[in-house]
């Protein structure tokens, strides 16, 4: 698989900023002298599966690209997944690490694993002669999955020429919206700017900075940002575009959010580390419903339940079956309701809470409770009771100290009126833990 198209861009706009990296920046030019240089350090053989150890700067970018000439297997893992890397590099069977220092130096070692005999979808991507791509799940809701892409496909949408703009590196490296905003940005000449972290403050601050038009990012993020009051301590003049997908958006979030924002387009996206980034088109900035599709995408609604058909879709998961239909349509598990052309997004089908034959939406709790004064964050489960089969549990984090009994008793009069009687939490458990992991995704899991 060729990137020619990307490096002739690189080659023609080389005085443009490709890269803000540490607040230096990097020239497309600067960028493609990275790519020669790394051709010679990066020692593998075309067809290795290969773990790239890193977050966002110019020598990552630089390195996939080499691995994806090399016809490579790219298993991206992030800090955010520490924990897990060992378990990943074996399940993707993992030959070699290529890891990309604080520094943004080069280190290349040999993982160790043995491999007895190549997975099936190793072997297909071998004969089709295309590099590939291994993205794990968060594993917000069960086990971390790892979905395999063959990566031609997903780059081809890359080359029908679209806006040039200045995103921000939000969602992550690993991330099926990383390498989205990373090969978007890339192939217009725009400019990617990445944060240290990934905090409210320090997104503002970089956004004030190196004047960024366009942030990527996740409900759960926009919630902090509007708890932090961080957009009134800094210059966010020149954002165009903020786009917000990953989860289900609380309706009181993007209500606040577009008040606090009202010149600033809110494009709600869609999509799934087994299929890719859909098109997207909200109804309005201020409106949940979103018309989802595009070029190689194809959904349908079965049974209240979404389903997408894409010629960017996965080859299969290395760990789990496939889910896939006879007919090659994913079920993506999402709940939703239809109204002509648009759609709107209810929930994960896994999520959701029986309470006597009732069906409860976790975000649609999540969405009151997060009104009251002092809720800080929510998650909101099912738990187990004899009666009605499941009782609505939520696990709070208020902003000051309170009793279990006098939130309860306060939660109870603010809902009246606001939720039905079922769907108010029977079960409260107050927690100073954070509600998200490191993707900014919510974790209803305890």
């Not at 002298?33 to 075309?46: H, N």
């Not at 909200?282 to 349908?300: I, Q």
């Not at 997004?345 to 999520?351: D, M, Y």
């Not at 939406?361 to 489960?381: F, H, K, S």
Request: proline residues 4%; negative net charge.
């Amino acid at each position: 698989m060729s990137v020619d198209f990307l490096l002739e861009i690189f080659d023609r706009q080389r005085d443009r900023d490709a890269i803000v990296w540490r607040d230096e920046i990097c020239s497309y030019g600067r960028l493609l002298e990275l790519v020669e240089r790394l051709r010679d350090e990066i020692d593998v053989a075309e067809h290795t599966a290969v773990s790239l150890e890193a977050d966002f700067s110019p020598t990552s970018v630089a390195a996939m690209l080499v691995l994806i000439e090399r016809r490579c297997t790219i298993v991206p893992l992030t800090s955010s997944v520490d924990a897990k890397k060992s378990d990943f590099r074996r399940i993707a069977q993992v030959e070699t690490i290529v890891e990309i220092t604080a520094d943004d130096e080069v280190i290349v070692r040999e993982s160790g694993i043995e491999v007895a005999a190549p997975h099936r979808i190793a072997l297909e991507l071998r004969k089709r002669g295309n590099p590939g791509l291994v993205l794990f799940s968060s594993g917000s809701t069960g086990e971390s999955k790892a979905a395999v892409h063959d990566f031609a496909p997903l780059l081809d949408k890359f080359k029908v020429p679209r806006h040039s703009k200045r995103a921000i590196t939000f969602l992550l490296f690993d991330h099926i919206g990383g390498v989205n905003t990373l090969f978007y940005t890339l192939s217009n000449a725009g400019c990617i700017v990445t944060v240290g972290d990934r905090s409210p403050d320090t997104v503002c601050r970089t956004i004030a900075r190196f004047g960024v038009q366009t942030l990527p990012t996740s409900p759960t993020f926009l919630n902090l940002l509007l708890l932090s009051e961080a957009a009134g301590r800094h210059d966010l003049s020149s954002l165009e575009l903020i786009t917000y997908g990953t989860e289900v958006m609380p309706e009181t979030t993007l209500a606040r959010i577009h008040k606090i924002f009202p010149d600033v387009r809110l494009l709600q996206t869609y999509g799934l580390s087994e299929v890719g980034i859909l098109r997207s088109k909200s109804r309005s900035s201020d409106s949940l419903w979103v018309k989802v599709g595009g070029e190689d995408f194809e959904t349908r609604v079965v049974d209240g339940m979404l389903e997408v058909k894409a010629r960017s879709a996965m080859l299969g998961y290395l760990n789990a079956p496939s889910p896939f239909t006879e007919d090659g349509w994913f079920k993506t598990g999402d709940a939703v309701e239809v109204d002509g052309e648009y759609i709107r997004i209810l929930g994960r089908k896994s999520e959701i809470i029986n309470v006597g034959g009732e069906k409860v939406y976790p975000v649609e709790i999540e969405d009151v409770l997060q009104m009251m004064d002092g809720v800080e964050d929510v998650a909101v489960t099912g738990a187990p009771n004899p009666i009605t089969g499941q009782m609505v549990k939520a696990r709070v984090k208020l902003v000051g100290e309170e009793s279990v009994r006098d939130f309860k008793k306060r939660m109870h009069a603010f809902c009246r009126g606001r939720l039905d009687r079922f769907k108010i939490p029977q079960k409260v458990v107050l927690s100073d833990e954070a509600m998200h992991g490191g993707r900014f995704k919510k974790m209803r899991g305890e």
